[in-house]
């Protein structure tokens, strides 16, 4: 099982200097994967969430490609209903050409009503645009000069160059933990990419469900690539309301033991999410100290194991 890391680029104390330090501390560490996720219009629900300034996921992918050598780069997910397929299809072929094969595609639908507003997207078509623009970018990336007819976008005669390194595309990981989002990562994608679960929710709801899906579709099962948490405690937390990956080491290391006897491929960690210290500029410090812990005690990052 490969460990990935959210990379922290919004909110208090993010900078193009700690964005490069934190995916380089991920690649000396020996992690895996380094993810980014996306807003553009800074309404006030989105800031409910996150905080200014929050960095644009696609620049900060190119940028890092440069400062980097071995680390996988992706998204945590992009929204996709935000941008026109055409532009993304080029943008990330670009980003894949640039470092060297290392991009992982995730998508998502979004749920910000007051981003898709500002945006002049219909929110209430999002799942339906998200389908018909994985088309599209699937389309544009697998043809020299591709020609699509769908329900939202429609081109003939494109040409996406330079086209990905990666044969026959980068990964396509699917976010969203509803029923619709595991049909979409079923029909359009290679990977499953539920974000902040629980390992007894996947193990006894999420996977049979996801597998029944596969089955009535007649495609294969997606791999499992999930986020959680990563939040290590003094004292165990309450199983019963716990998220995965928070708690002591041994919370922690049992999740992850979960999650690679689920035969899940990647787990992205997410430091700043539920921490009390996410919010604050003294959070890098934090969490590379708790990253550290983990790798020395409970990740084998170079069997790509838990210990």
Not at 34 to 54: C, F, K, N, R, S
Not at 120 to 149: C, N
Not at 173 to 202: K, T
Request: hydrophobic letters at 40%; aromatic letters at 8%; one cysteine or more.
């Amino acid at each position: 099982m490969k460990v990935g890391l959210k990379l922290h680029h919004s909110g208090p104390g993010a900078s193009p200097e700690s964005m490069r330090r934190w995916t380089q501390f991920a690649e000396t560490l020996g992690l895996h994967l380094i993810m980014t996720a996306d807003h553009v219009a800074l309404t006030p629900e989105v800031m409910g969430q996150y905080g200014a300034p929050y960095y644009e996921p696609f620049t900060n992918l190119a940028w890092l490609a440069a400062q980097t050598q071995r680390i996988q780069l992706g998204t945590t997910v992009i929204v996709l209903p935000y941008r026109h397929p055409v532009y993304v299809a080029h943008m990330t072929a670009n980003i894949d050409q640039l470092s060297g094969g290392r991009l992982i595609f995730g998508a998502g639908v979004g749920w910000a009503r007051s981003e898709f507003e500002v945006l002049g997207v219909p929110f209430h078509q999002r799942g339906a645009m998200t389908d018909d623009y994985l088309t599209a970018i699937k389309t544009l990336w697998t043809h020299d000069v591709a020609s699509y007819e769908g329900r939202f976008v429609s081109f003939r005669d494109i040409r996406v160059s330079p086209r990905p390194v990666q044969s026959p595309h980068p990964p396509i990981w699917v976010g969203g933990l509803s029923e619709a989002a595991m049909h979409r990562a079923v029909r359009f994608g290679d990977v499953w990419h539920p974000i902040q679960n629980r390992v007894d929710w996947l193990r006894d709801t999420a996977l049979p469900q996801l597998r029944q899906i596969a089955e009535r579709e007649g495609r294969p099962v997606p791999a499992l690539c999930p986020r959680i948490l990563c939040r290590l405690t003094e004292s165990p937390l309450p199983e019963e309301t716990r998220g995965a990956g928070e708690g002591t080491l041994d919370q922690v290391r049992r999740d992850l033991e979960g999650l690679q006897a689920l035969g899940a491929e990647y787990v992205l960690l997410d430091t700043k999410r539920n921490n009390p210290t996410g919010a604050s500029p003294r959070h890098h410090e934090d969490a590379w100290r708790t990253l550290t812990t983990l790798a020395e005690k409970v990740l084998d990052l170079e069997q790509e194991t838990v210990r």
